[in-house]
């Protein structure tokens, strides 16, 4: 057993209930994105967390114990994403990194954008050409210091 092999139950379970990721994190009082995430395992679930995670998903006593253990980050199984909405995410960043980089810099000063101490919002936005996907990656700036 495995933290990844419960993470397939969950979907399992997921899509057998016909369950949506915002009524999952309705009943944590969490937003969509981060629950999403910890369900697919890239956030570590506190005990309360996991056991209403647990009764939502049928998952079993050790099943739970594993929402709780800290996850290695990161779960794509390829340096460059084959599914083609996670490459595109990959493109943009190839595309626009650079710029994103310089953009933050002059804002902010030397220093990155925390993705710890962060927050991401994913939005459905009419349009009469086409519904759009509108998504706010909001994280903390840190400044790199001098020692």
């Given at each position: 057993?495995?933290r990844?092999?419960?993470?397939?139950?969950?979907?399992?379970?997921?899509?057998?209930?016909?369950?949506?990721?915002?009524?999952?994190?309705?009943?944590?009082?969490?937003?969509?994105e981060?629950?999403?995430?910890?369900?697919?395992?890239?956030?570590?679930l506190?005990?309360?967390?996991?056991k209403?995670?647990?009764?939502?998903?049928?998952?079993?006593?050790?099943?739970?114990?594993?929402l709780?253990?800290?996850?290695?980050?990161?779960?794509?199984?390829?340096?460059v994403?084959?599914?083609?909405?996670?490459?595109r995410?990959?493109?943009?960043?190839?595309?626009?990194?650079?710029?994103?980089?310089?953009l933050?810099?002059?804002?902010?000063?030397?220093?990155?954008?925390s993705?710890?101490?962060?927050?991401?919002?994913?939005?459905?936005?009419?349009?009469?050409?086409?519904?759009?996907?509108?998504?706010?990656?909001?994280?903390?700036?840190?400044?790199?210091?001098?020692?």
């Amino acid at each position: 057993m495995s933290r990844l092999d419960v993470t397939e139950k969950i979907i399992t379970a997921k899509v057998m209930k016909g369950l949506k990721w915002a009524d999952v994190a309705a009943k944590l009082n969490l937003s969509k994105e981060w629950v999403t995430a910890a369900c697919l395992g890239q956030m570590t679930l506190n005990a309360e967390q996991a056991k209403i995670i647990a009764e939502i998903f049928d998952l079993s006593d050790e099943d739970q114990k594993w929402l709780m253990v800290t996850p290695c980050k990161g779960s794509l199984p390829t340096a460059v994403p084959t599914d083609p909405l996670i490459y595109r995410f990959y493109e943009m960043i190839n595309v626009y990194g650079t710029t994103i980089k310089q953009l933050i810099h002059e804002e902010f000063g030397d220093g990155i954008m925390s993705a710890i101490d962060f927050k991401m919002d994913l939005q459905r936005v009419a349009d009469p050409m086409g519904d759009r996907v509108n998504i706010v990656l909001n994280g903390k700036f840190l400044p790199y210091k001098q020692f």
